[in-house]
Nanobody
Framework: QLQACGGGLVQAGGSLRLSCEAS????????MAWFRQAPGKEREFVAA????????GYADSVKARFTISRDNAKNSGHLQMNSLKPEDAAVYYC???????????????????WGQGTEVTVSS
């Protein structure tokens, strides 16, 4: 089970740190990712990280602003979001891919486990 938290209301230019905590099983050898879905839009990939943290991937829209990380000792992951823009507003979901790292890390179908989402609102 995955639990995402840390969302909230922030002004444009501000920062938020999302967390994803896993329980029930360990995901220390799995890839982890964040996706988001804004109202009326399809879910989109945000960032992904492999089990060791060596490999990371980002959507072009968030590069240089967002940083994905993980803490395998705590079975958790994080998404540090800086310089937030109104277009970043969405429900953010964490997800886990139990398979090996793939260059197709942006495909939602690779992820078998999903958190319930945490909402991020960015005011202009």
């Amino acid at each position: 089970q995955l639990q995402a938290c840390g969302g909230g209301l922030v002004q444009a230019g501000g920062s938020l740190r999302l967390s994803c905590e896993a329980s029930g099983r360990t995901f220390s050898r799995s890839s982890m990712a964040w996706f988001r879905q804004a109202p009326g839009k399809e879910r989109e990939f945000v960032a992904a990280i492999n089990w060791s943290g060596v490999h990371r991937g980002y959507a072009d829209s968030v590069k240089a602003r967002f940083t994905i990380s993980r803490d395998n000792a705590k079975n958790s992951g994080h998404l540090q979001m800086n310089s937030l823009k109104p277009e970043d507003a969405a429900v953010y979901y964490c997800a886990v891919d139990p398979g090996p790292w793939s260059l197709r890390y942006g495909l939602g179908s690779r992820y078998h486990y999903w958190g319930q989402g945490t909402e991020v609102t960015v005011s202009s």
